[in-house]
């Protein structure tokens, strides 16, 4: 498991100091860490609606991550990741939202550039 991003200095650190990239779906802002390692924080606003709701799209995007974390760690490591969940995320499944957590993270570098994922 990615290791998580806890309060919000560290959250607005990323917001502040990282590149970001954005889909239908997902926003995602990523930083460099003094860490060997990549963390990774979910945001999702009271927008995309209840606490259920909510917290099924934060597990879909830690899932994604958890699945591909092979392919991540041979890419760069040492990095603070932010996802953000825009309000089109509501009611998606775990495939669309995989997609737009994956075109991201290749919009980023994040994977290794030799294995061409």
């Known amino acids: ?3 998580s991003l806890k309060n919000s200095r560290e959250f607005r650190f ?6 970001s990239y954005a889909n239908r779906y997902l926003v995602m802002y ?3 860490n003094c860490l060997k390692k990549n963390r990774l924080g979910i945001s999702v606003s009271k927008k995309v609606g209840n606490s259920v709701k909510r917290h099924r799209i934060i597990r879909l995007i830690r899932e994604s ?3 591909h974390k092979e392919e991540l760690s041979k890419g760069q490591t040492g990095n603070d990741i932010v996802v953000i969940a825009r ?5 998606k ?3 669309e939202i995989e997609s ?4 991201l993270a290749r919009l980023h570098g994040l994977f290794d550039n030799r294995t061409g994922r």
Request: glycine share 12%.
């Open 30 to 32: 990523v930083a460099k």
């Open 100 to 103: 737009a957590c994956l075109h």
């Open 93 to 95: 499944g775990y495939k």
């Open 1 to 3: 498991m990615f290791e």
């Open 87 to 91: 309000v089109a995320a509501k009611g």
């Open 65 to 67: 991550f958890r699945l």
């Open 14 to 19: 990323v917001y502040q100091n990282g590149k």
